[in-house]
């Protein structure tokens, strides 16, 4: 029990590190985390086409800016004051990532019975 409490602990706190670091390089192309979800995965096209077109249009100037940026070698920083928040862990697809998944699941669970 000790051990695991420790273990939970430390692992919290690499993972606050992590998603600072994470942050910070999302920062500098202006993405959002859930930007760097593959678009070729069964879920993730699934909960794309079901998400608004201007969150689709959102995604794709992000991406763009970002491949542009890349491209000239400049930052994103350089382009807006620093005491912008860009929102970089906003979570606008990821309840219906979860729902199409835990769907899939159940439907997988629910047909388990014929694959035997």
Not at 6 to 18: E, G, R
Not at 78 to 93: A, C, H, I, R
């Amino acid at each position: 029990m000790a051990l695991r409490l420790f273990t939970d602990k430390a692992m919290h706190i690499a993972a606050k590190y992590y998603q600072k670091a994470v942050a910070m390089e999302l920062s500098k192309t202006g993405l959002r985390y859930e930007d760097l979800l593959n678009e070729n995965e069964h879920d993730v096209k699934e909960a794309l086409s079901l998400a608004s077109p201007e969150l689709i249009t959102a995604r794709v100037r992000r991406s763009t800016r970002a491949i542009d940026l890349n491209l000239k070698q400049k930052n994103f920083n350089d382009y807006v004051s620093p005491d912008v928040d860009q929102e970089t862990f906003k979570s606008e697809l990821y309840d219906e990532l979860v729902q199409i998944r835990m769907r899939d699941q159940e439907y997988a669970l629910l047909n388990f019975h014929k694959k035997s």
